[in-house]
C-alpha cells in the first residue's frame, strides 16, 4: 500500500490584519430610582465607570477608544490599508524570501507590495513587515492574495499562498437632474444621499465642467458680506439623509457665439465628492462624464436677449430678440411676420426681410409692441419663414409681461 508523505510545514508564518482607526466606545448606562432597591448602586458605578463622561454618565458619551473588533465594512473611494508581517518560527536561518500583495478584482490584477526585492536572509524569531496602500475604486468582491516564497538551509525552495476576500460597497447614491433654460444656461441638481451606517463630514462636492462650460455653485448665501452654505455650519449627512446641490453651468464665449456646436453638447462634467467618516477617515469619489439630453430647438432658435418685467396699458414697450441659425450647413432667408392677438398688438411692418443668415451665425432684433389688456399676458405672434425652403417657423408664448394702468404705475 503506498502511503502519501506527511505534509511539510513551512518555516516562516504570514499574519495578514487590516489597518483602521478606532472607534470610541459607548457604554449603555443601567440606572434605577433611589427609592428603588439598589439605591444608588448603579448609579455610582456608572461615576466609577473610566468609560464614562463625568458629569454625564447616564447619556451614553465614551471618552476610550476601542480596537476594531472585526475586519469591518471598506466603501468605494476609501482608501484601503493592511499590515503584512511575515515571521520565521523555525530555528534556523530562511534565505531569498520574497513577499508579494496582489489585490484581485473582478476587472484586474494590481500588485500592491512596496519592493518586488528579495530579502537576503531571515533569522529564527525575526520578521519581514510591509503595509500596503490602495484607494478602492471598484464596488464588489476583492481577493487579496498574499504569496510569500524563500529557501530553506538545505537549499529546498518553498512556497505558499494566502486569500483574504472582502466585499467593497457603494457609500453614496448620487442621482442627477438637467434643467436647460431659454438661454444656453443649463442647471444641474445633484442629490446626494448617505447609504451608510454612519455620519459623514462633507469636506467637498464640487462640479469639474467640460471645457465648452464655466460652472457657478448655487449652494450659498451672502449674509452680512460673508459667503455662507445653505446647509448650515455642521456639514455632516446623517445614515440614509438626502442633500441636494445646484449648480449653473453657462457656456464660454467662444462657444456660445457657435449655436450649432452648443445645441449638441451633452457631455456637461462630473462631479467630485470628499467626505470624512468616524475619527477622519477620508473618501473620495469622482463620478463618470454627466450627459444630458440636447435641446431640441429646430432649424432657427428665437430667445429673449431683452424685456421689461412691468408695462404700462396701451403704451409702446421695447423687447430685443435673438434669432439664431441651428444648422450647421445651411444659409437661410428669413421673412420677419408680426401677427397680432387679443391682447397683444405688434407696431412695425410685418413680412419685411431680414436678410441672410449664415450657418451658427445669429442677429439681434427690436421690435415694438403694446398691450390692450391688463394683467399677465404673454407675447405671442412672431412667424419666421425661410424663403429658400418656403418653412414657416411659428414662436407663441416667447414670454409673459405684467400690464398695468397708469394710475398704479404712478402710485407704485
Excluded at 38 to 56: E, H, I
Excluded at 199 to 207: A, D, G, H, Q
Aim: contains cysteine; hydrophobic residues 35%.
Amino acid at each position: 500500500m503506498e502511503v502519501n508523505p506527511p505534509k511539510q510545514e513551512h518555516l516562516l508564518a504570514l499574519k495578514v490584519m487590516r489597518l483602521t482607526k478606532p472607534t470610541l466606545f459607548t457604554n449603555i448606562p443601567v440606572t434605577c430610582e433611589e427609592k428603588d432597591l439598589p439605591g444608588d448602586l448603579f448609579n455610582q458605578l456608572m461615576r466609577d465607570d473610566p468609560s464614562t463622561v463625568n458629569g454625564a454618565e447616564i447619556l451614553m458619551l465614551g471618552e476610550m477608544l476601542t480596537l476594531p473588533q472585526n475586519f469591518g465594512n471598506i466603501f468605494l473611494g476609501e482608501t484601503f490599508s493592511s499590515y503584512i508581517s511575515v515571521h520565521n518560527d523555525s530555528n534556523q536561518v530562511v534565505k531569498d524570501i520574497l513577499v508579494k500583495a496582489d489585490l484581485q478584482t473582478s476587472s484586474q490584477r494590481l500588485n500592491l507590495s512596496a519592493s518586488n526585492a528579495a530579502v537576503a536572509e531571515l533569522k529564527p524569531d525575526c520578521c519581514i513587515d510591509d503595509v500596503i496602500h490602495h484607494e478602492v475604486k471598484e464596488i464588489g468582491t476583492h481577493i487579496l492574495v498574499c504569496a510569500v516564497s524563500y529557501t530553506t538551509q538545505g537549499g529546498e525552495k518553498m512556497y505558499f499562498r494566502k486569500f483574504f476576500k472582502f466585499q467593497v460597497l457603494k457609500p453614496l447614491d448620487v442621482k442627477t437632474k438637467f434643467y436647460n433654460a431659454e438661454t444656453d444656461e443649463v442647471f444641474l441638481e445633484a442629490q446626494i444621499q448617505n447609504i451608510t451606517t454612519s455620519p459623514m463630514f462633507m469636506e467637498k462636492v464640487s462640479l469639474e465642467p467640460s471645457i465648452m462650460y464655466n460652472v457657478a455653485e448655487l449652494n450659498s448665501v451672502n449674509q452680512a458680506g460673508e459667503c455662507v452654505t445653505t446647509f448650515g455650519s455642521r456639514t455632516y449627512l446623517q445614515p440614509m439623509d438626502t442633500r441636494q446641490y445646484l449648480y449653473c453651468l453657462k457656456p464660454k464665449k467662444e462657444f456660445a457665439e457657435k449655436a450649432g456646436i452648443i445645441k449638441g453638447v451633452t457631455v456637461i462634467g462630473k462631479l467630485d465628492i470628499v467626505w470624512k467618516t468616524n475619527l477622519g477617515e477620508r473618501g473620495r469619489l469622482q463620478t463618470s462624464q454627466l450627459q444630458r439630453m440636447a435641446p431640441g430647438y429646430g432649424d432657427v432658435r428665437l430667445s429673449l436677449e431683452a424685456i421689461p418685467d412691468t408695462v404700462i396699458l396701451e403704451e409702446p414697450f421695447h423687447i430685443t430678440c435673438k434669432i439664431t441659425n441651428c444648422s450647421s450647413e445651411r444659409t437661410m432667408d428669413l421673412v420677419l411676420e408680426m401677427c397680432n392677438t387679443n391682447s397683444i398688438h405688434w407696431c412695425g411692418i410685418s413680412g419685411r426681410q431680414l436678410g441672410k443668415l449664415h450657418p451658427s451665425s445669429s442677429l439681434c432684433l427690436a421690435l415694438t409692441l403694446l398691450s390692450s389688456v391688463q394683467g399677465l399676458q404673454s407675447v405671442s405672434g412672431l412667424r419666421l419663414t425661410d424663403t429658400f425652403l418656403k418653412r414657416t417657423y411659428e414662436y407663441d408664448d416667447i414670454a409673459q409681461v405684467c400690464v398695468v394702468s397708469s394710475a398704479t404705475k404712478v402710485e407704485s
